[in-house]
């Protein structure tokens, strides 16, 4: 089987204004550079991009910005990672009906702790209800992960159920479940930065990256050495990323992630939508991060 989705997808952020308002001028700007960089997959609505506090109209609107500047030149995923069931059918069914995405990503339900037979039913329900390839997101902010062998009855049972973005955080949980699918008919994705590299070297077809969104072109040098089994050129590049990561981490959420796009050119003056202490970069871990980008860039 053909892999649909390979190589990096970028977990494309939502950018705001002063006044908390979803920003599409910047959207589009950050779409057209990460294009011209050479991105060709983009996550849209998904965690990094605070899907949370965006609207049911909000989501489609950032969905249809996004795809009026990719065109046909990229593949979208659109996530649908609402509280319920039903809330789920509602926005993947506008998904659909709009035809603006090529695949859809969903996850455990949030807060509370589900049974690997609930987790089952939910995403199978999910699964079966559109038409297109779905991808599982493992996330470990939604209080329950998918299980090796959740995921294995999933993949028996649905043809449309396509990939995997693995956030666990657990090589071991990742390469149980490359133990019980087999890579090559199968979209098994990084989906944590710090890990990518490994999990390409293990068997993963590329990766979904918030890392992406300030620094595409690292991202697709652990994807390319990883894809060709370049191992030493691989680690190194995800040394690089895991050096940069270490340091944006000490800001709220993806503060300096926006604050890192002056770097390469991208879209700047962006806002998360977050209270204004979560969108804020001290200039302690500024100069932090100034340093370590001239450093790696010498």
Known sequence: ?????????????????????????????????????????????????????????????????????????AKIMACSFENDLNLNKKLLKAYEDSNLADCYCITAPPFFKHTQDALFDFAGQLISFVDKPVYIYNCVQ???????????????????????????????????????IDPNEFDFLGGCDGLDGTMMLLGAVGCVSFMAVPFPTEMMDICKYGLSGEYKSCVKAQEKVLKIRNVVKKAPFNAAYIYAMKYGGGPVDMHSRMPIDQDFVSDEVKRELDELISELNN
């Open 142 to 180: 939604m209080g329950t992960l998918f299980e090796p062998y959740t995921i294995k009855r999933l993949y028996d049972k649905y043809s449309n159920f396509r990939g995997f973005k693995d956030a666990s955080v657990s090589i071991l949980n990742f390469m149980q479940c490359t133990l019980l």
């Open 1 to 73: 089987m053909k892999h649909f989705i390979t190589g990096v997808c970028t977990e494309i952020l939502t950018p705001f204004d002063e006044n908390k308002e979803v920003d599409y001028d910047k959207l589009e700007q950050m779409i057209d550079w990460q294009m011209e960089k050479g991105i060709k997959t983009f996550f849209v609505n998904g965690l990094g991009a605070e899907c949370q506090s965006l609207t049911f109209d909000e989501k489609l609107k950032v969905l249809e910005c996004v795809k009026s500047r990719t065109k046909d030149d």
